[in-house]
């Protein structure tokens, strides 16, 4: 364990989560939520649980954006707040 | 509004995107059955496995359309598969249980392989990998089909209609 690296991956991690919240656009919010899916994989594996990254990308990052997707695409893309 | 209802389950028109997914699309199913098959001595397994599968039947409906798709794998195959997946997974369970042992206990299986307890403890574990992963696959589609097609189904009606 690096605690360099994770300082980082933290950051980006809280970044993500923060600009997944506050953008207006809601496809951009999602692929924002990938990327922050895919911090979270990278700071899974640097802990050393590879199998809890494993589901992370595949669930988080790869299905759970495509439905979010789909779903956007059957509703309005711009948030009211 | 229509025609962003539509992107989903449309054929896409654009050649460089149909291209890329038929030929990323058989790899992405050779990498989610080895991940299956190498479950249980390394990271990853049959829910994981199962979601890569389900992945690239999703990239299928994206690009090439939910009709070709759904006649490639229609929806009744989608409930046959999800059932019989779970059905394998606790069929193992119950054989275990059968032969004397606890639910999923995969030492007891030795008595009808005759292979040692170790490979039959590996055996059991792949069987259980094999059926999570059909059910998690088949679960996958599902849940993406239902909100793309907003639980209506009548493009599955329509392909029925005109096989009949």
Known sequence: MIWQLDLILCLFIIICAIAAINVKDLLAAVIILGAYSFFMCLLWTEMGAVDVAF???????????????AAVSKTKRRSKD | MSGVNDMMTKQSDDVIVKTVSRLLIPFMQIYALYVIAHGHYSPGGGFQGGVI???????????????????????????IMCSTGAIIYAGIGVLCLILGGNFLDYAELDQILHVGIAQARSLG??????????????????????????GL?????????KRA
Do not use: C, P, W
């Open chain 1, 55 to 69: 589901t992370e990308a595949s669930v988080g990052a790869g299905v759970g954006t495509v439905l979010f997707i």
């Open chain 2, 53 to 79: 599968l389900g992945a690239s039947i999703i990239l299928l409906v994206i690009t090439y359309g939910l009709d070709n798709a759904l006649r490639k794998m229609s929806e009744k195959m989608h409930i």
């Open chain 2, 125 to 150: 574990i792949l069987g259980v990998e094999v059926g999570v992963g059909m059910t998690v696959m088949a679960a996958m589609i599902s849940i993406f089909l239902d909100i793309v097609t907003g």
């Open chain 2, 153 to 161: 189904h009548s493009k599955e009606k329509n392909i029925q209609g």
